[in-house]
C-alpha cells in the first residue's frame, strides 16, 4: 500500500521494553528511492538524542495507534553509534551503523534491500542485532571506500523543493508517497497551485526524476508543463491503486514499474 511520507511524523517508536521516541523525518537514498532510516526523537530518557532506526529493525507498523514496533531495545538504541543527522550521512558512518546492529548492507547487491527486494533479516542477524557479528568484513569495505559517498536525502529537506520541467517550473514537492512494504519511495506529490491558477495536486514517479540539484532546490523532470497540467489530478481522499497507477503512466507514455 502507498502511504504517505508525512504520515510517519509523530509515530511512536516501541522498542521491546519501552518507547524510543516520536518519527521526526525519514532519509532515503537517490540512487534506489527507498526510505533507509526513520529519523527518531528520543526525548527526555536520552536527552532528545536524534537515532537512526533502519526498517531491517522494523517489526509492525500498527496506522490505528500510529505506532511502529521494533526488535530493539532500549539499551542497544542507547549504545548506538553517534550520527548527525543535521549533517549528510556518509557510507562510512553507514558502515559503522550496520556493523553495531548487524544489518545487511543495502548498497551492495543489485536488489532494492542489497541482496532482496525486502528489508528482512535471518533469524541469526535478528538474534545479534546490537552486537557487533563475526561477519565477513569485505561486505562492509565498500562503506568505507568513499567516506564522502553521500546518497541520504531528509524528506523533510526536499519539502518545498521547486519541479523543473524541460520548459519552465511547473510547481514544488508538497510530499511523498512510499510502499509500506519494501519501503521504496514511489512519488512525489507537486502542488502545482503556485505556477497556474486553479492548479492542483499531481504525481511525478521517482523514476522519471533526471536529477536532484541540493544546492538550488530543484528536482529535474523530463516532462512538459503540457504533460503535467493535463496529468491525472491526485484525489487525497481516494487510495492509489493499480488502476489509478496505470491510468497516470499511461498518460506520461511510461513503463509501469512493477513491468
Not at 182 to 207: C, E, Q, S
Amino acid at each position: 500500500m502507498l502511504r504517505k511520507v508525512t504520515e510517519l511524523n509523530g509515530y511512536s517508536l516501541l522498542a521491546t521494553d519501552g518507547e524510543l521516541g516520536k518519527v521526526k523525518d525519514v532519509f532515503f537514498d537517490d540512487e534506489k528511492w527507498t526510505i533507509r532510516y526513520l529519523v527518531v526523537e528520543t526525548g527526555s530518557w536520552l536527552n532528545s538524542r536524534q537515532v537512526l532506526i533502519s526498517p531491517y529493525s522494523i517489526a509492525q507498523v500498527n496506522a490505528a495507534d500510529e505506532s511502529i514496533a521494533v526488535r530493539l531495545t532500549q539499551e542497544q538504541v542507547k549504545n548506538s553509534p553517534d550520527i548527525d543527522t543535521h549533517q549528510p550521512i556518509s557510507r562510512q558512518m553507514e558502515g559503522d551503523y550496520s556493523r553495531y546492529y548487524g544489518l545487511g548492507s543495502y548498497w551492495l547487491g543489485p536488489e532494492l534491500w542489497g541482496a532482496g527486494a525486502l528489508p528482512i533479516l535471518g533469524a541469526a542477524q535478528v538474534e545479534g542485532m546490537g552486537h557487533v557479528p563475526n561477519r565477513a568484513e569485505e561486505l562492509l569495505e565498500a562503506a568505507s571506500d568513499n567516506p564522502e559517498d553521500y546518497h541520504l536525502r531528509s524528506a523533510d529537506n526536499v519539502k518545498g523543493y521547486h519541479i523543473r520541467g524541460t520548459d519552465d517550473e511547473i510547481g514544488h514537492v508538497q510530499d511523498m508517497l512510499f510502499d509500506d512494504e519494501n519501503w521504496a519511495m514511489r512519488y512525489f506529490v507537486v502542488d502545482t497551485r503556485n505556477w497556474w491558477p486553479g492548479g492542483r495536486k499531481v504525481l511525478i514517479a521517482t523514476h522519471w526524476i533526471d536529477r536532484l540539484d541540493w544546492a538550488d532546490s530543484l528536482v529535474y523532470v523530463n516532462l512538459t508543463q503540457d504533460q503535467i497540467r493535463n496529468s491525472p489530478e491526485l484525489d487525497p481522499d481516494q487510495p492509489l491503486d493499480v488502476a489509478a497507477e496505470t491510468r497516470l503512466h499511461q498518460h506520461y507514455d511510461k513503463r509501469i514499474y512493477w513491468e
